[in-house]
């Protein structure tokens, strides 16, 4: 079975550009979450999908970040404009629809950010 | 403000030792407590969780501590290995409100001498 896939692996770009970070979960989990990893500090959750609804986006820091989930399928996460503060490492997880367990939760290996 | 405060930072053990790592937690509404460890450029990857209905749980080599009372929790890694070097993550989720989601702690970066 393949594992949540993200990509780009690492992305540096320059403040004030955009950037998309996709994230493709594991096929049939309805739910996506993307979080980010700041500067060597805790994981925090930026929001969560169930299929292509956003069920729970109250991590989402600014209007400068935009999720969308198309079909229920692969996700992306747009920054717009990147700012320096925004670098770290953005992860995607998925999990089934009812995963009281955490035992289906996987995430991907993430996204480096670094805003320069 | 973090809500899961996670000690130490960083953690050199000798192979063979056993290593410890605490977390404490504020919101009463979490119920399930589990461990993630991550290894350099991989995800983090579920190792071993606790509901507070019971106070100690042993997977292997692997065994969490829960204090209700206290609020804390911990993970104990018996006889340590190299390969057990890596990043660990105590987190914390509960089923109603902002406890839906995984709240994580800083991490703690675990590297075990050969």
């Known amino acids: 079975e393949a594992g949540v896939t993200q990509f780009p692996s690492h992305s540096v770009i320059e403040k004030g550009q955009t950037v998309t970070l996709r994230c493709d979960p594991i096929?049939?989990?309805?739910?996506l979450y993307w979080y980010r990893r700041v500067m060597g500090k805790e994981i925090k959750f930026l929001l969560h999908?169930?299929?292509?609804?956003?069920?729970?986006e109250s991590g989402m820091p600014n209007n400068r970040f935009l999720a969308e989930r198309t079909g229920g399928t692969y996700s992306t996460l747009k920054v717009q404009p990147a700012e320096l503060e925004d670098s770290g490492v953005y992860f995607c997880?998925?999990?089934?629809?009812?995963?009281?367990?955490?035992?289906?939760?996987?995430f991907g290996s993430g996204t480096r950010l670094t805003v320069v | 403000q973090q809500q899961v405060k996670q000690s130490p930072q960083s953690l050199i053990v000798q192979k063979g030792g056993i290593s410890i790592i605490n977390c404490a937690y504020e919101?009463?509404?979490?119920?399930?407590f589990p461990w993630y460890q991550q290894f350099p450029g991989k995800g983090p990857a579920l190792l071993i969780a606790?509901?507070?209905?019971?106070s100690e749980k042993k997977e292997g080599r692997f065994t969490i501590s829960f204090n209700k009372s206290a609020k804390q929790f911990s993970l104990h890694i018996m006889d340590s290995q190299p390969g057990d070097s890596a990043t660990y993550f105590c987190?914390?989720?509960?089923?109603?409100?902002?406890?839906?989601?995984?709240?994580f702690g800083s991490g703690t970066q675990l590297t075990v001498l050969p």
């Open positions: 606790i509901r507070p209905d019971v």
């Open positions: 999908f169930v299929k292509e609804s956003k069920q729970d």
């Open positions: 919101n009463t509404a979490f119920d399930y």
């Open positions: 096929s049939g989990h309805d739910n």
């Open positions: 997880a998925s999990s089934p629809f009812r995963d009281r367990s955490n035992y289906g939760y996987t």
């Open positions: 987190a914390a989720r509960g089923t109603s409100g902002s406890a839906r989601q995984l709240t």
